[in-house]
């Protein structure tokens, strides 16, 4: 069971204390022989390309945890 969120007032309004999330998903047939870059702005268009760019220059973007590059 998911663990309820936290939440603070600042200003009279209620934020969600910033937390983690993380994304994981199988391995497609048509993914083989394609470098993760090109899987994620290709089949995960609900981003910018500019935002998968950022998250692999900050190693947030992992591989079987471990970090990854755009070569891979």
Do not use: C
């Not at 899987?39 to 990854?68: C, G, M, P, W």
């Amino acid at each position: 069971m998911a663990t309820p969120p936290q939440f603070i007032w600042e200003n009279g309004l209620r934020k969600v204390v910033p937390y983690y999330y993380t994304d994981s998903v199988r391995t497609k047939g048509r993914w083989v022989g394609r470098t993760v870059y090109d899987v994620f702005t290709t089949e995960f268009r609900n981003k910018t390309e500019d935002y998968y760019v950022s998250r692999v220059n900050l190693s947030i973007a992992f591989l079987k945890h471990h970090v990854t590059d755009r070569r891979f």
